[in-house]
């Protein structure tokens, strides 16, 4: 590991930071557009996580430390996530680390934080929010592992980087079992970022919501770093599927030159993916809790295909 | 002049002659004008493959060989007399009400195309056409049995569709992956689905594609044969259909479903050490035999027992053909003749019976033989036959299949015996009283035809006492060639 | 060893892979209209990996039958089927006699079956398309199962035909086809049972006002 290494990931982790509440933005914005509505600033998230940090913090009376640990927690949870997964290079000095099944226990851990901070009050909402959330996660891991094991297979890999690099600097090779680990993937990424057809991040309605039901005792700081974590993790998603499917544009070493060219491409990847996100939420509905679990078991059913067709189409491996 | 272009444009040309004119009072008569002919060109084909051995029609097209000329002989011979049977047993449906005429003209022009696409079935050299065939003859046949549009025909007629649609696609995979095994030996020849060619390198080809080809092949014909578990189309359909329509279906097209299977089982045998085509085939015809004889008891409808009596008959054959060698196959097949004239001839007879009572319920059916005597006998000696009672020919290749399983597979004996006993218990029992008994029917506005009943039952009892030499000839000639 | 792998195989596989999904789609659908244009979209996914196939390996007759499918399956058919469905007024949502997702779970396992079954013999051919017998058989199954579960006669006739659609599948995948005289006979025996089906419809409402299949259960064993 060279300084120069250490510096790339640095960049990396603080592109992510930066990068992280512009992408919800301006998925924001795309939905507004697509509704008819007038569409918010495209900065409009960093105003608001700065207005939560200058705020003070109001604890419910109940509240544990748990309760005070669990955002930061999250937040770490989800800087860690952005980290290993090789945004702009698959050469980095944590991209060793970024084996997929250690990340999909980064992003449980965060789970199972904020669920338990949610109960810890003992609201009602933050119970409810809380259950759901573990029902979602429940069914939407499986699956999320079944995709990361067909890409796996592919490459022979559980490592990111590997994967990323077997599949943008090889041979273009047409694989239909990323286009069933693909399909399943979107699932998972919606119901994970508690988007539209299972949730829906801009209502506050308490039959319906999740995410928001879990963070409602949450103000000031804590507040700021939930809601920036939840634009990490839609980043961190969203940059985990472009690696797995759209790998073509990342950096193989860590020359400087690479990491600059990496950028522009991460960020016309990532405005396409966003306004894909906001186009696909308009036109679909939000289904009712109960039919979340179909919704997930769809994706995991299209992850096993995709395996299977792997097996089968792909070469005896 | 070539008889077996005449057999085949016969019936296609009378079919479409007939969908044109549509009913005239003569209509009937050009069926079995039309009939008669197709009977002629046959039987003067058969004397010629008789004299001269096998040949090919149309370059290699077609494959006529002494195994398939005499199931064209044979179908040709009860479409003839199932023309000359529902001509006035048509006339009496339509008095009641129960037809109009534009479904008469349906069924006369479907019955003949029906004809022509068993003749093709039986005829063609090429594995992929005798698909295609048995496909076309199912869907001509979808109509026929849904020809009086009740509820309940409608039913059985929705059912057959769909069951036999999704057999026959099994057989279609089947016959994919039977071309897949030849293609691999012929090459991209355009050969590699006639029989002919395939029978010469039947040890070449690969035994595991044959061996699931072959299970594919054997499971979707044998929906069409009516092998348990498959079998539920076969009652409805012949319960709801018209008679002549029963008559034709058990007689006709359940045979030639069977000889479907039995040019696929050379093949698989030539591929396949260890005779697993034939333990295959005794399996499902063991399990069908069993399951048609129980269900025999239970049933009410006349013409259902007797669609239950060929699916158990169609069980015996197919045990008959799995256990292979000369023997086995020459009662096969003399079982095959034997069934489908005598099953024909208890239809044409229940028809009438039904017609003259008014209903298909056997409880309601009494003393036959006091209304018509002829009806009544007729009955009588077409249920004695068909159980295999001796004089007929029946009892003759029951009991060739039988004594061949005491002495090659003794295990299966228990079972036949069982089977064919509970069988007989059903029928006898319920049919006797349907004969004997008393009655107060009125008697019918057209004579019915007793002619067919008796030319059937005449040839089965001739068959049982005496069977002239060129016959056995024949029989052993097809027995030898299915190995 | 991907890496041998020609792009004409590769795109007959996604074709392939798309034909199963689609399948699996059929079988999630819950509207009739939208489960004719599945079975639409699945014909002309056919046509089109049958027209890879054919300008990889230059036979004419499989220009035909890509030909052949596009005109019946992902036109003719289909349209006849939304023609029935105005015609007959279907309204409302297919239902199913399983709930969906437990239909899903035994379509997987059918695939699963129908791989482990064609895994052998594909290993034995040489074609280009090979890979694709098991999700042939597969979408055979699929369909099979379709056919079973739904209780409305259009949805079970979508069914037959999709069964079809696997079946041509397999004889490209595995064969290059059949001869072309037997393929000219499936598609007019296709084409023949789709209009009968359409007549038989209209008897079925006559009798029953309404498709509900379940109307014909009477006729069963006591």
């Given amino acids: 590991m060279n300084v120069f290494g250490f510096l790339g990931q640095m960049f990396a982790i603080a592109l992510a930071l930066l990068l992280a509440p512009l992408l919800t933005g301006w998925v924001n914005q795309c939905r507004a557009w697509l509704q008819n509505r007038s569409a918010p600033p495209l900065l409009q998230p960093y105003y608001m996580l700065h207005k939560l940090f200058l705020k003070d913090v109001v604890l419910a009376h109940g509240a544990s430390p748990l309760f005070r640990f669990a955002p930061f927690v999250v937040f770490g949870c989800m800087v860690l996530a952005c980290a290993i997964i090789p945004t702009l290079s698959t050469d980095l000095p944590l991209a060793p680390a970024a084996d997929t099944i250690a990340l999909v226990g980064v992003f449980g851990l965060a789970r199972i934080f904020i ?176 039919r979340a679990p179909e919704f997930l078991g769809t994706a995991f059913l299209f992850a096993v295909l995709g395996l299977l067709v792997r097996l089968l189409l792909e070469g005896r491996v | 002049m070539d008889f077996f272009v005449l057999t085949l444009v016969i019936p296609i040309v009378g079919g479409l002659l007939l969908t044109v004119v549509g009913e005239r009072a003569w209509a009937p008569n050009l069926n079995v004008i039309a009939s008669l002919g197709t009977f002629l060109a046959s039987a003067l084909l058969t004397i010629e493959i008789v004299a001269n051995g096998p040949r090919f029609a149309f370059g290699e097209m077609f494959f006529i060989d002494s195994l398939n000329v005499f199931f064209v002989a044979l179908t040709a011979f009860v479409g003839l007399t199932t023309s000359i049977f529902s001509g006035p047993y048509m006339k009496n449906e339509q008095e009641h009400g129960k037809l109009t005429v534009p479904r008469l003209r349906l069924y006369k022009s479907m019955f003949q195309i029906f004809m022509f696409t068993m003749l093709v079935a039986l005829t063609t050299n090429n594995l992929g056409i005798l698909w295609v065939a048995m496909e ?250 068909i159980l295999g009672m001796p004089p007929f020919g029946v009892f003759a290749s029951e009991f060739m299949i039988l004594t061949h399983a005491m002495k090659h597979h003794p295990w299966a004996t228990p079972v036949l015996l069982l089977a064919l006993g509970v069988a007989f218990a059903a029928i006898f029992g319920k049919v006797q009283p349907m004969v004997f008994g008393d009655t107060h029917a009125k008697p019918l506005p057209h004579a019915p035809a007793i002619t067919p009943v008796f030319v059937h039952l005449a040839l089965v009892l001739m068959i049982g006492l005496y069977i002239p030499p060129y016959l056995t000839r024949w029989f052993h000639e097809a027995a030898r060639m299915l190995g | 060893m991907n890496l041998a792998v020609p792009l004409s195989s590769q795109l007959i596989n996604l074709f392939a892979s798309v034909i199963l999904l689609l399948a699996f789609a059929m079988l999630a659908q819950r509207r009739v209209l939208a489960l004719i244009n599945l079975f639409a979209l699945q014909g002309l996914t056919l046509a089109l990996s049958t027209l890879v196939v054919a300008v990889t390996t230059g036979q004419t007759h499989l220009y035909w039958s890509a030909g052949l499918t596009l005109v019946l399956k992902a036109l003719l058919l289909p349209w006849i089927l939304h023609r029935l469905v105005r015609r007959l007024e279907v309204k409302g949502d297919v239902e199913s006699l399983i709930k969906v997702p437990t239909t899903m779970l035994v379509g997987i396992a059918l695939v699963i079956i129908a791989f482990n079954v064609a895994l052998p013999i594909s290993q034995l051919s040489n074609t280009i398309s090979r890979g694709t017998l098991g999700i042939a058989l597969a979408t055979v199954m699929l369909a099979f199962l379709m056919m079973i579960t739904r209780s409305k006669a259009i949805p079970q006739v979508v069914g037959f035909l999709a069964m079809e659609n696997g079946l041509f599948l397999a004889a490209t995948s595995a064969t290059y086809g059949m001869p072309m005289v037997v393929e000219l006979g499936i598609a007019l025996d296709v084409l023949v049972g789709a209009i009968i089906l359409g007549v038989f419809f209209f008897q079925i409402r006559e009798q029953f006002d309404s498709l509900d299949i379940r109307h014909l259960e009477k006729l069963k064993e006591r």
């Fill in chain 1, 115 to 290: 669920a338990l901070a949610a109960m810890d009050v003992g609201t009602s909402f933050g119970t409810l929010g809380g259950r759901r959330e573990m029902l979602i996660g429940f069914l939407a891991e499986p699956a999320l592992l079944m995709v990361i094991f067909t890409t796996a297979m592919i490459s022979q890999s559980t490592s990111v980087a590997t994967i990323v690099e077997t599949l943008a600097h090889r041979d273009f090779i047409i694989y239909p079992s990323l286009a069933f680990a693909g399909i399943a993937f979107t699932f998972v990424s919606f119901a994970e970022n508690a988007r539209v057809p299972v949730d829906n991040p801009a209502t506050h309605l308490e039959l319906t919501m999740i995410h928001e039901a879990m963070i409602l005792e949450y103000s000031g700081r804590h507040l700021a770093l939930i809601e920036w974590a939840a634009s990490l993790k839609l980043y961190a998603y969203s940059c985990l599927g472009l690696a797995l499917f759209f790998p073509w544009g990342i950096a193989e070493g860590d020359s400087f030159l690479g990491l600059l060219l990496a950028i522009p491409v991460l960020a016309i990847k990532l405005a396409i993916g966003g306004a894909l996100l906001a186009g696909i939420e308009t036109i679909n509905a939000k289904v009712r809790i109960f």
């Fill in chain 2, 136 to 385: 076309a003859a199912t869907l001509t046949t979808v109509l026929l049995v849904s020809l009086y549009r009740t509820a309940a025909s409608l039913e059985a007629a929705w059912k057959y569709f769909i069951l036999c649609g999704v057999g026959i696609a099994q057989a279609l995979f089947g016959t994919i992956l039977l071309y897949f095994a030849a293609e691999r030996v012929l090459g991209e020849t355009g050969n590699a689905l006639l029989w002919t060619h395939l029978v010469e390198v039947k040890g070449q080809l690969e035994p595991t594609i044959m061996a699931l080809s072959f299970i594919f092949l054997l499971v979707g014909y044998g929906t069409k044969v009516g092998l348990a578990p498959l079998h539920n189309w076969l009652p409805d359909a012949h319960a709801e259909g018209p008679t002549p329509v029963s008559a034709v279906l058990s007689g006709l097209l359940l045979n030639v479903a069977l000889y479907a299977i039995l040019r696929c089982k050379v093949l698989a045998d030539g591929a396949i050490p260890g005779g697993f085509a034939g333990n295959l085939m005794m399996g499902f015809g063991l399990l069908t035999l069993v399951v048609a004889a129980f269900f025999l008891s239970r049933q009410k409808d006349i013409k259902r027992m007797f669609a239950y009596s060929s699916i158990e008959h169609m069980g015996l054959i197919t045990f008959a053909f799995g256990m292979g060698g000369a023997v086995a196959n020459f009662a096969g097949l003399l079982h095959m003749t034997m069934h489908s004239l005598t099953k024909s001839a208890i239809f044409f007879a229940v028809g009438h019976a039904a017609q003259k009572s008014g209903t298909q319920q056997m409880e309601d059916i009494r003393g036959l033989i006091r209304i018509n005597p002829v009806i009544g006998w007729g009955l009588m000696l077409g249920t004695l036959a």
